[in-house]
């Protein structure tokens, strides 16, 4: 059993800076692949990028790929998404999720959800 609580959404201008970060609970935290989704009024919840359990691999949506970086530390049962020149397009409420599978950007397999946090991007 795993809880996922994200925080550091908010307001930015376009093209600055934002980093999110996704605090879990639980011992098997580095056994779970780990990604960002994130929806927007009135549209589907979006793929973002994933992380292996390691770290070692990535996988970005094509949206976000040179602008979006994702991380992770497993001592502290945390994962990171730093978002550099923001557009106002990225505006949604962003969501981490885990997943037993790395490589699948479909939310079916994610089992553990965050609440979200909300990221504004103004022009």
């Known amino acids: 059993q795993v809880q996922l609580v994200e925080s550091g959404g908010g307001l930015v201008q376009a093209g600055g800076s934002l980093r999110l970060s996704c605090a879990a609970s639980g011992r098997m935290f580095s056994m779970y692949a780990m990604a960002w989704f994130r929806q927007a009024p009135g549209k589907e919840r979006e793929f973002v990028v994933a992380?292996?359990?390691?770290?070692?691999?990535?996988y970005y949506a094509d949206s976000v790929k040179g602008r979006f970086t994702i991380s992770r530390d497993n001592a502290k049962n945390t994962v990171f998404l730093q978002m550099d020149s923001l557009k106002p397009e990225d505006t949604a409420v962003y969501y981490c999720?885990?997943?037993?599978?790395?490589?699948?950007?479909?939310?079916?397999?994610?089992?553990?959800w965050g609440q979200g946090t909300q990221v504004t991007v103004s022009s």
């Open positions: 992380i292996s359990r390691s770290g070692g691999s990535t």
């Open positions: 999720a885990t997943s037993p599978v790395y490589g699948t950007y479909s939310a079916d397999y994610y089992n553990y």
